[in-house]
């Protein structure tokens, strides 16, 4: 067995209505220690109002050397972006 | 006064894990909690500061005996926060044993901590109907970092229990040598029974049984044992009569001041 405790990811929202985001990450024995150690590293100055942990183990991640193949194909698709469409003065945030 | 001692001694104790926890996570979160109960603490302080200074001057003098304090009071001069903490003699600390016992090893810090948290729930949620509107605020906002408190230390209390064989009996062993000095936090001094009587502090003998139950079922889920509830109880911290350790934690915590008095940095 590992000395280490493992590793957990840390996601905070910091406002209601937004979404978590990524912090940072820490070591933990399990998940409710993991969000407890997670208010004292990452929300002592008021910086958010709900945790997320999860064992980095579970995290998958695409390979950056597959970049060209996964996102390249999408170069020339400009008509995915909905930008043909005329929008009122009055629609923000789109 | 009592209740500000307790806080600073226990948040002083807990300080000195700060760049010695086991990792650096737990290192945060023991001193964050010792600057919880710092805090808590200074609001103490600062209301028996207030109180103290509207007292009669003959009054003054009969409370404290501290030659550096009463030499203030001697002058006219207001006392402050800061002269309760660093310029008071040891047996004018009220604060009770368990608080000022050596942090030893992890699980009597725990120990130590699990014991004070779950009193110190109970007192500030029955300190929160209590006539004073000033301590009835403290208790508002110390409750709920005493309630996030004890469920760290009770988390801990299980997760050893509950762990290794070595875990177990380290536990055991800090719940057990801790035991005897959990009478004290029930036992009522004349400052506590006058303020229970006058609906400004809480009758703590009445906390006892709910105390009992909670640590009880921690220690269970734990598979612990708890320690006879009739063993034999130290006393004497709200009296005055302090162990050697408070000593020590004094000449640590007030050698500046008293080396250098009224020095800031």
Redesign the interface.
């Known amino acids: 067995m590992s000395k280490e405790?493992p590793l957990w990811e840390v996601f905070i929202r910091s406002k209601t209505g937004l979404d978590h985001k990524h912090v940072g990450s820490?070591?933990?024995?399990?998940a409710?220690?993991a969000i407890?150690?997670a208010r004292?590293?990452y929300t002592?100055r008021m910086e958010g109002v709900s945790i997320w942990v999860v064992e980095s183990k579970y995290i998958h991640a695409s390979n950056p050397d597959d970049a060209a193949i996964l996102y390249d194909p999408a170069n020339d698709k400009v008509y995915r972006h909905p930008t043909f469409y005329d929008l009122p003065d009055e629609l923000k945030h789109m | 006064m009592q209740l500000a001692d307790d806080a600073l001694i226990l948040g002083h104790r807990l300080s000195e894990w700060c760049g010695h926890g086991p990792i650096l996570e737990q290192d945060i979160a023991i001193t964050n909690t010792a600057l919880d109960h710092l805090g808590q603490a200074r609001s103490l302080y600062q209301y028996a500061a207030e109180l103290f200074n509207g007292l009669p001057e003959t009054d003054k003098l009969s409370f404290i005996t501290a030659p550096a304090i009463t030499a203030k009071v001697g002058k006219g001069l207001p006392v402050t926060e800061d002269d309760f903490a660093y310029l008071r003699d040891s047996w004018e600390f009220r604060n009770v044993l368990l608080v000022e016992q050596p942090n030893d090893d992890w699980a009597y810090t725990i120990a130590r901590s699990f014991f004070y948290d779950h009193y110190a729930v109970l007192l500030f949620t029955a300190l929160e109907s209590s006539n004073d509107d000033t301590l009835r605020a403290i208790a508002e906002k110390s409750l709920k970092e005493a309630l996030y408190h004890r469920k760290w230390s009770s988390e801990w209390v299980i997760r050893l229990g509950d762990g290794t064989g070595e875990s177990h009996t380290r536990m055991q062993e800090g719940i057990n040598e801790r035991w005897n000095y959990t009478g004290e936090l029930f036992m009522s001094s004349q400052a506590d029974q006058a303020m229970a009587d006058a609906g400004t502090g809480a009758a703590l003998q009445l906390l006892q049984g709910q105390w009992s139950q909670a640590i009880g079922e921690v220690i269970s889920e734990a598979t612990l044992q708890v320690p006879p509830a009739d063993a034999w109880m130290h006393e004497g911290g709200k009296d005055g009569r302090h162990s050697e350790h408070l000593g020590y934690i004094l000449a640590e915590m007030q050698y500046m001041q008293r080396a250098y008095p009224g020095m800031e940095w």
Do not use: K
């Open positions: 405790w820490l070591h933990a024995a399990d409710q220690m407890e150690n004292d590293v002592r």
